[in-house]
């Protein structure tokens, strides 16, 4: 089968290094560039982990920058989650790859109203860089076939009780994104992960064992992450990267049990701004008010799926 055309938004991150790695690994895609948004951390981090990521990946793809803070606001970002350089403050070596100098808006504009081929956007961070490029080519959501984004919570949020941290650092975005016409939208919320995806100790002690660039940064990532887990709750535990549970469904949609709804985006609230305000009604149909279901909401994953596919592309 031909590899599918991709197109990555992501604030590299934790768990966006670990989403990149797989995606540009992964012999189901071809990624045709990687565009970074201000979120985890500032933009500059953003794009130096960008290009680090793709240089430990062996891959040769294009990074571009994009927008340095929210549409509203300051925006917000997780040092206290991904460490002072986005990357857990694990030490990598500046990248000799230098990104390119067209903005990621105009490539994302550029890429999807040239393309003669299907590609598919994959979105990893706050939703700004996608928004723009709507805003300044309304033609462009009609345009791109489908998206799948790491977005938000169907039960609770994690920057705050209601709002997950890629939707909270940039809610007007969000809602330009999920009210566009971009044909097939999925949500991989955090509720995948909080129903038990994620990866173990044991998984990573194989990717550890492989000397590739790819495995030792992502292992790397992977046992930090397991270790801070530790640390916290005080005994062993998965760990559950959103980013890169959202990369594996791309990678293999049929890992995922998923149901169209309603969600819309709250943009005002005084506790809930930035939730994912997901229509559960029992018998909906029968409120007048109830609107028609506008994405796919991803709730768990078949985790053993999931684990094997990260363990496959990786050790590749
Ligand atoms: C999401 O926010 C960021 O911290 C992660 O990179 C992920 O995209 C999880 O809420
Ligand atoms: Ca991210």
Redo the contacts with the bound molecule.
Sequence with gaps: MKPRNVIIDC?T?I??ALALLLALRSPEFNVLGITCVC??VPLDKVVRNTLVVVEHSGKSVPVYRGAYRALVGAGHT?EY??GSNGLGDLVFPEPKIKENPEHAVDFLIRSFTEATEPIELIT??PLTNIALAIQKEPRLAAKIPSVVM?AGGIENG?STVAA???IYADPEAAEIVFSSGIQRKMMVA?DPNRQGGGVYSEDVSQIEASSAAWCQMGAALLRYQLERWKNFVGKEMPTFP??MTAMGIAIDPSLANAEMLHVDIETGGVHTRGMTVVDRRAMRGIFRAAPEPNINVVWTLDNARYRKLVLDTYLG
């Design positions: 604030d991150g768990d966006d979120g985890n997780a989650v991904h990893l961070a790491m994690n997950e941290f890629n955090l959103p980013d």
